[in-house]
């Protein structure tokens, strides 16, 4: 393959985008055929592109050990990304995100410092000893 200058490469780049903007509409036109065409086919890949989003960024809480940091529970269905200080809930309405949307923000963001795996049990748990809950009344 020819290597390209970096001067090339930006003009490369360049004309992708404005390419890319020119025919937004004809893109969105044909991903929306295909993705009725392929509905099923579309949907195991977003299946895929959420679960392998969700192992990345519980692989690197947890530093490759996959598991609750409390309890070691290892079933990805149940763990979460916890905040360490506990000021999840304000945080999401700050970022307005939540679930999926949070973790790709986290892996854009270069994975930010201040978050755990906990499983949703461990995180209910340290919510209500440490009254994070929100709407929690108890004593
Ligand atoms: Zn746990």
Redesign the pocket.
Known sequence: MIKLSLYEELKKKEYKRNWNHLHQEDRREYMRNWRRKNSNLHRIQIRKYVKATKEKVIGYYSKGNNE??????KDIRVLTIDHVNGNGAEERRKLKRSGHSFYVWLIKSGFPEGYQV??L???RIKEIENHEWYGYKGD
């Open positions: 609750c940091k409390n309890c070691k529970n906990l499983c049990n461990c995180q």
